[in-house]
């Protein structure tokens, strides 16, 4: 069974930086598409924000892209969103998502709040 760990969250001013980890065992992490998502206060639906591809291909969601970069390390079954000058709209619970062809794995998510 895979199992994915957010963390980094916080609170942090508008403009300011912060740098997510999403951990995975029980699985070869090599395999997988990664993704993370952030589900918005008051809002029922995920959005995508960036996905890494087992290739290493990299995808953003137009709000986030110059902002967000999301990067992998295989050796330590590790993805990795780093956010910079970030805006109180970013405030959300972001969560990541492991997929390959038969199954996606979520984690518990990670809050993020972006005071103004």
């Known amino acids: 069974q895979v199992q994915l760990v957010e963390s980094g969250g916080g609170l942090v001013q508008a403009g300011g930086s912060l740098r997510l980890s999403c951990a995975a065992s029980?699985?070869?992490?090599?395999?997988?598409?990664m993704d993370w998502f952030r589900q918005a206060p008051g809002k029922q639906q995920r959005e995508l924000v960036a996905t890494v591809t087992s290739g290493g291909s990299t995808n953003y969601a137009d709000s986030v892209k110059g902002r967000f970069t999301i990067s992998r390390d295989n050796a330590k079954n590790t993805m990795y969103l780093q956010m910079n000058s970030l805006e109180p709209e970013d405030t959300a619970v972001y969560y990541c998502?492991?997929?390959?062809?038969?199954?996606?794995?979520w984690g518990q998510g990670t809050q993020v709040t972006v005071s103004s």
């Open positions: 029980g699985g070869i992490f090599r395999f997988f598409a």
């Open positions: 998502r492991a997929r390959d062809t038969y199954r996606s794995y």
